[in-house]
Nanobody, 125 residues
Framework: QVQLVESGGGLVQAGGSLRLACVASGHSSSNYDMGWFRQAPGKEREFVASISWGGGRTSYADSVKGRFTISRGNAKNTVYLQMNSLKPEDTAVYSC??????????????????WGQGTQVTVSA
């Protein structure tokens, strides 16, 4: 089992920045592919960004490319999502997810085995 805990959400004005963190604990938690997803009220969960267990491969949703950056900490069991130039449409609950390395896209939520509780990000106009 892997436990995931997110932090760093909050309220920010449009154009501002936030950095989310996700700490994984449990068996081999540093050897997992990790992803960030978000869900706004009344909308389906959507992919935001993913990173391979070694950090060599990253992927981003078109809506956040050039504004968000996903990275792993030195301890490898922590994943960050740096969010710059935030827009009101970025408002959502952001959740991190983990899976053992798999030869498939990291954009599909059903490929992930473990999920955190989520952290609220609210961007005011």
């Amino acid at each position: 089992q892997v436990q995931l805990v997110e932090s760093g959400g909050g309220l920010v004005q449009a154009g501002g920045s936030l950095r989310l963190a996700c700490v994984a604990s449990g068996h081999s938690s540093s050897n997992y592919d990790m992803g960030w997803f978000r869900q706004a009220p009344g909308k389906e969960r959507e992919f935001v960004a993913s990173i391979s267990w070694g950090g060599g491969r990253t992927s981003y949703a078109d809506s956040v490319k050039g504004r968000f950056t996903i990275s792993r900490g030195n301890a490898k069991n922590t994943v960050y999502l740096q969010m710059n130039s935030l827009k009101p449409e970025d408002t959502a609950v952001y959740s991190c997810a983990a899976r053992p390395p798999r030869p498939m896209s990291g954009t599909d939520p059903w490929t992930y085995d473990f999920w955190g509780q989520g952290t609220q990000v609210t961007v005011s106009a």
